[in-house]
C-alpha cells in the first residue's frame, strides 16, 4: 500500500515532505519549489491535503494545495500514488496554478 508520508522529490528538483494521515485521511506538510516565474527569493510553503481510502490495490487518490509564502498565489495538485513490481512509491500529479490579478477582467491569465 503507497504510504504518502515523507520526503518526495521530483525530476525539476522540487521537494515536498509530508506528514502522517490522521484517521479522516488529511494530511499537511510543506512545498519546495525549485521552479517558479518570479524575481522573489523561493520560500518553504506549507501544503494542506487528502487521500481517498487506499482501495484494494493500495494505490489511492489524493489532493492538496500549496500557500505560496514568496507569491500571491495558490496551487492545487491531484494525483495518485502507484506501487511498481519491486515496491517503489511514485505519485502522478496534475497542477492548477491560480494568480491572484488586479480585477475580473484579467481573469483569463490568472490560472496555469
Not at 25 to 43: E, M, P
Request: contains cysteine; charged residues 20%; neutral net charge.
Amino acid at each position: 500500500q503507497c504510504d504518502l508520508q515523507g520526503l518526495w522529490r521530483n525530476e525539476l528538483g522540487s521537494n515536498m515532505t509530508l506528514s502522517a494521515l490522521d484517521a479522516a485521511g488529511t494530511f499537511s506538510g510543506s512545498y519546495h519549489t525549485a521552479v517558479a516565474a518570479t524575481n522573489k527569493q523561493i520560500l518553504v510553503s506549507p501544503l494542506q491535503g487528502a487521500q481517498q481510502h487506499p482501495g484494494d490495490k493500495g494505490q489511492p487518490t489524493f489532493g492538496f494545495t500549496v500557500q505560496w509564502q514568496f507569491a500571491d498565489s495558490t496551487t492545487a495538485f491531484v494525483g495518485q500514488c502507484f506501487i511498481d513490481r519491486r515496491g517503489k512509491e511514485t505519485l502522478e500529479t496534475t497542477w492548477l496554478l491560480r494568480e491572484e490579478v488586479p480585477s475580473r477582467r484579467d481573469t483569463w491569465k490568472a490560472t496555469r
